[in-house]
Protein backbone atom coordinates (compact mmCIF):
# COMPACT_ATOMS: atom_id res chain seq x y z
CA UNK A 1 0.00 0.00 0.00
CA UNK A 2 1.11 3.61 -0.30
CA UNK A 3 2.60 4.83 2.89
CA UNK A 4 1.65 8.15 4.53
CA UNK A 5 3.62 11.29 2.64
CA UNK A 6 3.47 10.02 -1.00
CA UNK A 7 1.81 11.64 -3.33
CA UNK A 8 -1.69 10.25 -4.29
CA UNK A 9 -1.35 8.28 -7.66
CA UNK A 10 -3.20 10.18 -10.05
CA UNK A 11 -6.44 8.56 -11.49
CA UNK A 12 -9.37 8.78 -13.69
CA UNK A 13 -12.60 7.18 -13.27
CA UNK A 14 -16.29 7.62 -13.99
CA UNK A 15 -18.97 8.30 -11.93
CA UNK A 16 -22.47 6.95 -11.51
CA UNK A 17 -23.37 9.47 -14.01
CA UNK A 18 -20.56 8.56 -16.34
CA UNK A 19 -18.47 11.74 -16.09
CA UNK A 20 -15.15 11.22 -15.74
CA UNK A 21 -13.55 12.69 -12.16
CA UNK A 22 -9.41 12.75 -11.35
CA UNK A 23 -7.08 13.39 -8.33
CA UNK A 24 -7.42 17.23 -9.55
CA UNK A 25 -10.87 17.28 -9.47
CA UNK A 26 -10.47 17.12 -5.72
CA UNK A 27 -7.60 18.99 -5.49
CA UNK A 28 -7.77 22.09 -2.91
CA UNK A 29 -9.52 19.77 -0.90
CA UNK A 30 -8.94 17.00 2.11
CA UNK A 31 -10.54 13.45 0.02
CA UNK A 32 -11.65 10.13 1.37
CA UNK A 33 -11.19 7.94 -1.05
CA UNK A 34 -12.59 4.61 -0.21
CA UNK A 35 -12.21 1.30 -1.80
CA UNK A 36 -14.45 -1.32 -0.92
CA UNK A 37 -15.13 -4.64 -2.97
CA UNK A 38 -18.65 -4.92 -4.01
CA UNK A 39 -21.85 -2.81 -4.37
CA UNK A 40 -24.96 -4.31 -2.12
CA UNK A 41 -23.21 -7.12 0.04
CA UNK A 42 -22.98 -6.50 3.68
CA UNK A 43 -20.14 -5.55 4.80
CA UNK A 44 -19.87 -2.59 2.11
CA UNK A 45 -23.84 -1.53 2.48
CA UNK A 46 -22.48 -1.14 6.06
CA UNK A 47 -19.58 0.88 5.38
CA UNK A 48 -21.63 3.19 2.50
CA UNK A 49 -24.14 3.99 5.13
CA UNK A 50 -21.80 4.67 7.95
CA UNK A 51 -20.24 7.22 5.55
CA UNK A 52 -23.58 8.71 4.59
CA UNK A 53 -24.76 8.57 7.99
CA UNK A 54 -21.45 11.11 9.27
CA UNK A 55 -21.10 12.91 5.39
CA UNK A 56 -22.27 16.27 7.28
CA UNK A 57 -19.89 16.01 9.66
CA UNK A 58 -17.19 14.98 7.21
CA UNK A 59 -18.67 17.74 4.91
CA UNK A 60 -17.80 20.25 8.07
CA UNK A 61 -14.60 19.25 8.28
CA UNK A 62 -14.19 19.75 4.89
CA UNK A 63 -13.84 16.20 3.65
CA UNK A 64 -14.44 15.47 0.11
CA UNK A 65 -16.35 11.49 0.48
CA UNK A 66 -15.59 9.08 -2.80
CA UNK A 67 -16.26 5.40 -2.53
CA UNK A 68 -14.84 3.27 -5.31
CA UNK A 69 -15.22 -0.86 -6.68
CA UNK A 70 -15.25 -2.68 -9.86
CA UNK A 71 -18.79 -1.91 -10.35
CA UNK A 72 -19.83 -0.30 -13.19
CA UNK A 73 -21.66 3.78 -13.44
CA UNK A 74 -25.30 2.27 -13.68
CA UNK A 75 -25.02 -0.03 -10.47
CA UNK A 76 -23.62 2.60 -8.50
CA UNK A 77 -26.69 4.31 -9.70
CA UNK A 78 -28.46 2.11 -8.25
CA UNK A 79 -26.62 1.51 -4.88
CA UNK A 80 -26.21 5.06 -4.32
CA UNK A 81 -30.18 5.66 -4.93
CA UNK A 82 -31.30 2.47 -2.70
CA UNK A 83 -29.15 3.89 -0.17
CA UNK A 84 -29.51 7.84 -0.16
CA UNK A 85 -25.97 8.20 -0.44
CA UNK A 86 -24.53 11.72 -1.00
CA UNK A 87 -21.15 10.94 -2.20
CA UNK A 88 -19.33 10.49 -5.07
CA UNK A 89 -19.13 6.59 -6.41
CA UNK A 90 -16.42 6.20 -8.89
CA UNK A 91 -16.13 2.68 -11.46
CA UNK A 92 -12.65 1.14 -11.32
CA UNK A 93 -11.33 -1.22 -14.45
CA UNK A 94 -9.14 -1.98 -11.44
CA UNK A 95 -6.38 0.57 -12.67
CA UNK A 96 -6.87 3.16 -9.83
CA UNK A 97 -7.17 0.12 -7.00
CA UNK A 98 -3.28 -0.88 -8.80
CA UNK A 99 -2.35 2.66 -8.62
CA UNK A 100 -2.98 2.61 -4.86
CA UNK A 101 -1.66 -0.60 -3.98
CA UNK A 102 -4.84 -1.61 -2.43
CA UNK A 103 -4.38 -5.47 -1.27
CA UNK A 104 -6.22 -8.35 -2.08
CA UNK A 105 -7.85 -9.83 0.99
CA UNK A 106 -9.44 -13.31 2.44
CA UNK A 107 -6.90 -15.67 0.57
CA UNK A 108 -6.78 -13.02 -2.59
CA UNK A 109 -10.29 -13.59 -3.46
CA UNK A 110 -11.78 -10.07 -2.27
CA UNK A 111 -11.05 -6.93 -3.14
CA UNK A 112 -9.83 -4.87 -0.49
CA UNK A 113 -11.05 -2.10 1.86
CA UNK A 114 -8.57 0.67 2.13
CA UNK A 115 -8.97 3.92 2.79
CA UNK A 116 -6.75 6.77 2.01
CA UNK A 117 -7.28 10.41 3.50
CA UNK A 118 -5.43 13.09 1.14
CA UNK A 119 -4.57 16.24 2.03
CA UNK A 120 -5.75 19.79 -0.06
CA UNK A 121 -1.80 19.10 -1.73
CA UNK A 122 -2.46 15.51 -3.27
CA UNK A 123 -0.39 14.15 -0.16
CA UNK A 124 -1.76 10.79 1.79
CA UNK A 125 -2.01 11.93 5.18
CA UNK A 126 -3.42 8.76 6.23
CA UNK A 127 -4.32 5.21 5.34
CA UNK A 128 -6.57 2.44 7.19
CA UNK A 129 -7.22 -0.95 6.13
CA UNK A 130 -9.45 -3.24 7.13
CA UNK A 131 -11.93 -5.42 5.38
CA UNK A 132 -14.49 -5.91 8.82
CA UNK A 133 -13.52 -2.90 10.79
CA UNK A 134 -16.12 -0.34 9.13
CA UNK A 135 -16.33 2.64 11.79
CA UNK A 136 -12.30 2.72 11.90
CA UNK A 137 -12.51 4.43 8.21
CA UNK A 138 -15.22 6.66 9.89
CA UNK A 139 -12.56 7.20 12.88
CA UNK A 140 -9.11 7.41 10.95
CA UNK A 141 -10.81 10.33 8.72
CA UNK A 142 -11.80 12.48 11.22
CA UNK A 143 -8.20 11.45 13.36
CA UNK A 144 -6.42 12.29 10.29
CA UNK A 145 -8.42 15.49 9.44
CA UNK A 146 -8.32 17.11 13.00
CA UNK A 147 -4.60 16.17 13.60
CA UNK A 148 -4.73 14.19 16.03
Known amino acids: ?3 IG ?9 DAAGNTATLETFRGKWLALCFYPKDFTPACTAQA ?13 GVTVVGISGDGPAQHKVFADRFRLPYTLLSDD ?4 AAYQVPRSFLGLMAGRVTYIIDPAGIVRGVFNSQINIKGHIAAI ?4 KGQ
Open 142 to 145: RRVV
Open 94 to 97: GSVR
Open 6 to 14: SPAPAFSAP
Open 1 to 3: MLT
Open 49 to 61: CSLRDNYAELADL
